[in-house]
Every structure is written in structure tokens, then in C-alpha cells.
């Protein structure tokens, strides 16, 4: 399954890296909304953007850097760096800390996520990187339960502990035992991947390497040539492009669910809780599916057609007023989800040479944290203002062939975010087809 030991190794090394960073992320979190007593909302805010922002403006240097240093160390050091900051997150008792440590926390994850990423083709054979991508997918977001658990299990085991005094010297209170916790899960992946044996780049390339970073213009030549490739290589600009603008339709599912769920569906706090359990079994289901029948299939044509497959079922899920009809178009959603995740990864580890993979990654990861930040912020904007201008010219209710259909703002916005993933999907499509054109005449 796991296509060779190293793998597994590395996969090892993600699982509980990704568990201790969920768990770092709710201490976080809970930490921010402790300190920020008084404007709980602004501390969480600002905490959790400074773990958005360094991808806009680091994440192709970091590409650029990934590809010209040895990715075992870049990636040991990172997971050093990271548990050395998790350690001293107990003693923080600023907002500004916090955002300062979160900013640093994000630029060594922007490292450490395209080094490995670069890194997995080289140990993984081609006909298993499908079941590699898959199970990374599992390794990075199916740990989220278990580092709930454990902060949970750190919160009651604190009652315990914080009524003596060397407990609180030690700050062994709830968030503290997560952030101890967070550390060593990044010493233990540290020492996961430095006992791994990634294979060694060749002299030709070290050298070339070497005499590239003795020119001070170099890294802009080479961040420009990332994005040059990025958008000419036919798969690797569908790819991008798909994954991108399918999330900036996707994304808004995330904070419209809940409106959706109450007042269309009366369902209140458990619809919502009914959304995000279907969305996560379809993107499990999705991921499965792809795994045991990758070898049948034409990624890049299923890839695509998964896009446009998500536009229909987002619309379809919009459309409905019965909550098991809903859930099932949501579980839809989540296939496609999971198929066009896990085949887009493998479409750039199969088309991207060793050279160029650490900034087709950044790149990638900076479009995708874009879109997702510009949809969650979007989303809400979009709900209110179509809400308005419907009740405004229809009082919410239009017919259509003799039907009277209720149209407040959220089921707008959502058939608009269907119709820009259907959007995506087709300009895929297209951009796959201009690229054959291309290859056939030359």
C-alpha cells in the first residue's frame, strides 16, 4: 500500500507531525481568546491570519529555497525549529506574541510542506503515487479528530495538575501541556525523517546548485521561471488552476453551511453538524475510490470532470429543502473533493521534474491559501448583499414555470459558488485540450 518502507517512514513522520499541529492549533487558539480577554473575536482573528499570511509573500521564496537545499535537512530543521517555538508558546502572555510566534510557525510549515512534497516521487514508485497522495490526505486531515481528543484529554488531566505550585512555574495548564505536547511530535518526526534515506541529489546538480546561489539575482530568475512553468506546463496549469478557483467556490460551503442549515432547512447547529460529517465520509469515500482504482483510470480526464461533477452537486444541495437530500448531494460534494485533491497532487509529482518541484508546490499552496482566505471572507459579504438585492426586487420569492421558489441570499451564493467550479471545471477542460492542441502541432 505504502509503495516502499521509506514512505511508510515519511508518512510516519506527517501523521504525527499533522496530529501535533492540529493540537497546537486549538491551544492556540484557546490561548488567543485567554489573553485577549475583552475582544476574544480581534485575538482570534489576528492569531489565525498570521498563520495565513507568510504563504502569500514566503511561499514562492520557499519554493525557490526547497529546491536548491537538501530537503532532509530543510525539513529536520524545520520540525526542530517548530517544537523549539512550541515550547516557549506556554510563557507567552501578549496577543502580539502570539502573533509573532505564529508568523514563525507558518514559515518554517511553508519549508516543510513543499520539501516533502518534493520529495515523495523519489521514494515512491509512479504506479503508487495515487495511494501515496491518498494517504497523505488521511495523514494530514484525518488526524484532526485525534489532536481534538488529545486536547480534551490535556484539559481534564490539567485539573489535576495546576493546583500545585511547580505545575504553574511549569505551566502545565491546559494549553501549555497541548503546546509540550506539539513539541515533541515534531522532535519525534525530526527523528523519523533524519533516519530516513532520502536518495542524494547528483554531483552535476549540487554543483549547479551551488554556482546559482553564489549570483544575487538568481532567486528572482528562478521564482520567475517556478511561475513560468506553473502556467505554460498544460497538466500543471490545469492543475492550478482547477484546484484554485474550485476552492474559491468550495471555500464558501464552509461558512454558509450553517446559515443554509437553520434557515433553510430548520435544522439548526446538528444540519450543520450533519454537512461537515457527510462532507468528511465523501471525501474519505472519494479518497478510497481513487486509491484502489487509480491504475484504470485517465487522471487528468477524471480530474476535470470531477470539477465540473462538484459544480452539479454544490447547485443540486443548494437547490433542495429536505435535509437527507441535502446531505447526500454534500456527501457528493466531498467525493469530488477528495478525487480532484488526491489526483491533482499526483498529476504534478508525475509531470514536475526533481528541479522544479519545490516551487510548482509553493506556488500551488500560495493560489490555494488565496482562494480559500478570499472565499471565507468572500462568502459572508456575498450572502448579506444578494440577501438584500433579493428581497429588495423579488421579496425573496421568484417563479419559475409556475413554481414559487424561496431565494434569500444564501442559496444565491451558493449557486454562484457552484457556477465558478463549474467554471473552473470547464476552463480545465479547455486548458488541457489547448495543451494537446499545442503538442500535436509541434
Same mark, same amino acid.
Not at 514563525?104 to 510542506?113: G, N
Not at 470531477?306 to 443548494?318: I, Q
Not at 433542495?320 to 437530500?325: D, K, L, S
Given at each position: 500500500m505504502f509503495g516502499s518502507p521509506e514512505f511508510f517512514r515519511l508518512w510516519l513522520a506527517q501523521v504525527v507531525s499533522a496530529t501535533g499541529d492540529w493540537l497546537g492549533l486549538l491551544a492556540i487558539s484557546l490561548l488567543a481568546i485567554r489573553v485577549g480577554s475583552g475582544s476574544e473575536g480581534a485575538a482570534l482573528s489576528m492569531v489565525l491570519a498570521a498563520r495565513i499570511i507568510p504563504g502569500f509573500f514566503f511561499g514562492p521564496i520557499a519554493g525557490v529555497l526547497v529546491d536548491r537545499w537538501?530537503?532532509?535537512?530543510?525539513?529536520?530543521? %524545520?520540525?526542530? %525549529?517548530?517544537? @523549539?517555538?512550541? $515550547?516557549?508558546?506556554?510563557?507567552?502572555?501578549?496577543?502580539?506574541?502570539?502573533?509573532?510566534?505564529?508568523?514563525? @510557525?507558518? #514559515?518554517?510549515?511553508?519549508?516543510?510542506?513543499?520539501?516533502?512534497?518534493?520529495?515523495?516521487?523519489?521514494l515512491v514508485p509512479e504506479e503508487n503515487l495515487t495511494t501515496a497522495n491518498s494517504l497523505s490526505v488521511v495523514a494530514a486531515y484525518g488526524t484532526f479528530p485525534l489532536g481534538a481528543a488529545l486536547m480534551v484529554v490535556f484539559g481534564r488531566l490539567s485539573t489535576a495538575l495546576f493546583s500545585s505550585a511547580w505545575a504553574d512555574g511549569l505551566r502545565l495548564d491546559e494549553e501549555g501541556l497541548a503546546f509540550y505536547a506539539n513539541s515533541l511530535t515534531f522532535l519525534v518526526a525530526a527523528f523519523l525523517i533524519f533516519t530516513l534515506p532520502l536518495p542524494a541529489r547528483s554531483k552535476d546538480e549540487r554543483e549547479a546548485a551551488s554556482s546559482q546561489g553564489r549570483k544575487l539575482a538568481h532567486p528572482v530568475d528562478e521564482l520567475r521561471e517556478g511561475f513560468r512553468f506553473a502556467f505554460q506546463n498544460p497538466v500543471v496549469r490545469t492543475v492550478n488552476m482547477g484546484l484554485a478557483t474550485g476552492l474559491i467556490g468550495g471555500g464558501m460551503l464552509v461558512p454558509l453551511g450553517a446559515i443554509y442549515a437553520t434557515d433553510l432547512l430548520d435544522a439548526g447547529e446538528s444540519g450543520y453538524g450533519y454537512f461537515i460529517t457527510a462532507?468528511?465520509?465523501?471525501?474519505?469515500?472519494?479518497? +478510497? $475510490?481513487?486509491? =484502489?482504482?487509480?491504475?484504470?483510470?485517465?487522471?487528468?480526464?477524471? =480530474?476535470?470532470? #470531477?470539477?465540473?461533477?462538484?459544480?452539479?452537486?454544490?447547485?443540486?444541495? #443548494?437547490?433542495?429543502?429536505? $435535509?437527507?437530500?441535502t446531505v447526500t448531494?454534500? =456527501?457528493?460534494? +466531498?467525493? %469530488?473533493?477528495?478525487?480532484?485533491?488526491? @489526483? &491533482? =497532487?499526483?498529476?504534478?509529482?508525475?509531470?514536475? &521534474?526533481d528541479d522544479m518541484r519545490g516551487r510548482i508546490f509553493a506556488t500551488l499552496y500560495t493560489l490555494v491559501r488565496t482562494c480559500v482566505l478570499f472565499a471565507l471572507a468572500l462568502g459572508p459579504l456575498l450572502e448579506e448583499t444578494l440577501d438584500r438585492l433579493s428581497k429588495r426586487f423579488w421579496e425573496r420569492n421568484i417563479e419559475v414555470f409556475g413554481l414559487d421558489i424561496y431565494v434569500p441570499g444564501v442559496r444565491l451564493t451558493l449557486w454562484l459558488a457552484s457556477a465558478i467550479i463549474l467554471v473552473a471545471g470547464v476552463v480545465a477542460v479547455a486548458s488541457l485540450r489547448a495543451g494537446d492542441l499545442s503538442e500535436e502541432r509541434t
Open positions: 537538501n530537503r532532509k535537512r530543510v525539513m529536520v530543521t %524545520c520540525d526542530v %525549529c517548530r517544537a @523549539l517555538v512550541m $515550547i516557549s508558546l506556554p510563557f507567552v502572555d501578549t496577543i502580539w506574541g502570539l502573533v509573532l510566534a505564529s508568523l514563525v @510557525l507558518e #514559515a518554517f510549515t511553508m519549508l516543510w510542506s513543499p520539501a516533502k512534497e518534493a520529495s515523495v516521487p523519489n462532507l468528511g465520509l465523501g471525501v474519505a469515500t472519494g479518497v +478510497g $475510490i481513487i486509491s =484502489f482504482s487509480q491504475r484504470r483510470l485517465n487522471k487528468t480526464r477524471v =480530474f476535470t470532470w #470531477a470539477l465540473v461533477a462538484a459544480a452539479f452537486f454544490l447547485a443540486a444541495s #443548494a437547490s433542495f429543502i429536505r $435535509i437527507h437530500v448531494m454534500v =456527501f457528493g460534494i +466531498g467525493i %469530488c473533493a477528495g478525487t480532484v485533491y488526491v @489526483l &491533482g =497532487f499526483t498529476l504534478l509529482h508525475e509531470n514536475v &521534474g
